[in-house]
């Protein structure tokens, strides 16, 4: 399974205006390959960077998405209408929704993980990630990552 983006490449900067300092707005993704078995695709979206990348205390969340149809083909730009069946989790400024790249310090990593899953999940009520994982585990079928680098000024 590969997941990918036409606004940056696995590695690259994400252009500004998907961070705060932009619109704001989610990229465009798209995967393949998803295994025949998958029910249904969990995207996680997190900066395993914050609040600095040198000394780095936590993991931030920026985008919960759980139940995306297992033959969607990806998620178009800005997206605000969801696959239909696609649930959402809260991120870390306790809301549902994309949140963009927003660094306090330093160049950070976006890493945006793309599971496949052997089942639909119940309707968790907007879960945090801890809360997500723990309803995906044994359930991963395959999983991609894309991941991204912003950093204030870029």
Not at 18 to 31: K, Q, V, Y
Request: glycine share 10%; proline share 11%; hydrophobic share 40%.
């Amino acid at each position: 399974m590969r997941i990918s983006s036409d606004a940056f490449v696995d590695g690259g900067k994400i252009p500004p205006k998907f961070t705060c300092e932009g619109a704001n707005i989610s990229p465009a993704l798209s995967w393949e390959d998803v295994p025949p078995g998958a029910k249904s695709l969990v995207l996680i979206v997190d900066d395993p960077d914050a609040p600095d990348p040198a000394a780095p205390k936590m993991v931030w969340v920026h985008w919960l998405l759980y139940n995306l149809p297992a033959d969607a083909p990806g998620l178009a730009q800005a997206v605000e209408a969801l696959p239909t069946g696609t649930l959402e989790g809260v991120n870390d400024w306790k809301i549902t929704g994309y949140g963009g790249p927003c660094p306090p310090i330093g160049r950070h990593r976006y890493f945006h993980k793309l599971y496949a899953l052997d089942t639909l999940l119940p309707d968790l009520k907007e879960p945090d990630k801890s809360r997500l994982l723990d309803a995906m585990r044994g359930h991963v079928l395959a999983e991609a990552q894309l991941m991204g680098t912003y950093q204030k000024g870029d």
